[in-house]
């Protein structure tokens, strides 16, 4: 255990010139109750997968918590995280994988952006955190006088005298 934990923290990989690699994105949904550093957690363990595949990582970003469309394993809300990387098809299955064991990850999808990427060339950038949407409540609080209170319980009913007749 303590030799795949010095491969996972090791440095990135160094490329040849002549190198060329896909680039890739995955965007995961992480449960939204779950804490910053055990956010931070995962991003490393994923980071350390791709290192150690022979990849590169381009980009990591977290977009904060934010609404989903619909509803994603009972959540409304999730915390979406951005990885930009390069690699090849065997690393992108690896990457998968690895996402899918993880009980904290509620969905996730990867896109190949482009081929031949030479992996010596691509700068590394630096890593965003975004802070997300603000919090809103599910539903607004009701009134004190509920919906249709005092309707029609103080209007008076008029005397047949004045009511005018139908012609």
């Known amino acids: 255990m303590q030799q795949a934990e010095t491969t996972l923290s090791g440095s990135p990989p160094q490329f040849a010139p002549g190198q060329k690699l896909r680039e890739y994105e995955t965007i995961f949904?992480?449960?939204?109750?779950l804490a910053e550093d055990l956010v931070d957690k995962i991003v490393e363990r994923m980071r350390g997968i791709v290192h150690r595949d022979g990849g590169k990582v381009i980009k990591v970003e977290n977009w904060g918590?934010?609404?989903t469309a619909y509803e994603v394993k009972k959540n409304f809300r999730a915390?979406?995280?951005?990885?930009?990387?390069?690699?090849?098809?065997?690393?992108?299955?690896?990457?998968?994988?690895?996402?899918?064991?993880?009980?904290?990850?509620?969905?996730?999808?990867?896109?190949?952006?482009?081929d031949d990427i030479e992996a010596a060339t691509r700068a590394v950038e630096a890593d965003v955190?975004?802070?997300?949407?603000?919090?809103?409540?599910?539903r607004p609080g009701r009134d004190e006088a509920g919906f249709g209170?005092?309707?029609g319980r103080e209007r008076e009913i008029?005397?047949?005298?004045?009511?005018?007749?139908?012609?």
């Open 29 to 33: 949904l992480v449960r939204p109750d």
């Open 65 to 67: 918590k934010k609404k």
């Open 79 to 114: 915390i979406y995280v951005r990885f930009l990387y390069l690699g090849g098809t065997k690393q992108v299955a690896e990457f998968e994988r690895n996402l899918r064991m993880t009980d904290d990850v509620l969905k996730y999808q990867s896109v190949k952006i482009a």
């Open 129 to 138: 955190k975004l802070p997300g949407d603000p919090e809103m409540p599910e």
């Open 149 to 151: 209170e005092g309707f």
């Open 158 to 167: 008029p005397d047949e005298s004045e009511i005018p007749p139908l012609e």
